[in-house]
């Protein structure tokens, strides 16, 4: 089964508009973290924002809000004020808590591409 | 000011033809992450270095190894490229591997061709 789920393979949203990208997680760890990665076409992946998994508060960075629902195990990325510099592919991704073999893994979703419009 | 280099940004190899991809940090961590990423495709981890422990994935190919001389370079070695293997090869670091908080930083990739 995929760990990290996201459904949208494509968005497109106005300029100056929010938008919400989905991802949805599988994990049986009770401590975990969510990211979010943003890709433009340079190739670099930029960190965009953390949740863990006992945060009680939804995490924020300036235009980015992540709406944490933990009993859905969902992860869903706001952008408030869309501007062109963030079309982009946006990655969900995961990284279980400290269990052995597997604690350095970061499991990504299959990402979801960002178009703003003008 | 980048953190985490990868050279060269393009490489085009030759079916079978060994070709090596470098990796340099200036942050100074102690893990360094090797993923492939597939056109339309989530990145996969390869293999990583804690500091010059070595570990490698359960399903990479032994075609790729990696070699991690010091702290601020670490290297993919694929021995026989095939056509399967044209991928974007990404670069990242972690202050440390443990725990779900580690963050990681990621370089811009070297885009893979073979022909």
């Known amino acids: 089964a995929q760990k990290i789920t996201q459904t949208q393979p494509g968005m497109f949203v106005q300029e100056k508009e929010a938008v919400t990208l989905d991802c949805t997680y599988d994990?049986?760890?009770?401590?975990?973290?969510l990211f979010w990665y943003k890709q433009p076409s340079s190739g670099e992946m930029i960190f965009l924002i953390y949740q863990g998994s006992y945060d009680e508060q939804n995490a924020t960075e300036g235009r980015y809000s992540l709406n944490f629902q933990k009993a859905r195990k969902s992860a869903n990325l706001v952008i408030s004020a869309s501007q062109l510099g963030d079309s982009a592919m946006y990655f969900c991704a995961m990284r279980e808590g400290y269990s052995g073999a597997g604690s350095y893994q970061l499991t990504f979703g299959k990402g979801t591409k960002l178009s703003v419009i003008p | 000011d980048a953190m985490v280099i990868q050279n060269p940004r393009y490489q085009v190899t030759q079916f079978g033809k060994p070709v090596t991809l470098s990796c340099s940090q200036t942050?100074?961590?102690?893990?360094m992450y090797w993923y492939q990423q597939k056109s339309s495709q989530a990145p996969k981890l390869l293999f990583h270095y804690y500091d010059k422990d070595f570990n490698n994935e359960a399903d990479t190919p032994d075609n790729f190894q990696s070699r991690r001389p010091n702290t601020s370079f670490c290297f993919l070695d694929i021995r026989s490229p095939g056509l399967g293997d044209a991928a974007m090869y990404l670069c990242?670091?972690?202050?440390?591997?443990?725990?779900?908080?580690?963050?990681?930083?990621f370089g811009s990739g070297t885009q893979l061709s073979v022909l």
């Open positions: 990242a670091t972690s202050r440390d591997g443990t725990g779900e908080r580690e963050k990681l930083f």
């Open positions: 942050l100074n961590h102690n893990v």
């Open positions: 994990t049986s760890d009770q401590s975990y973290g």
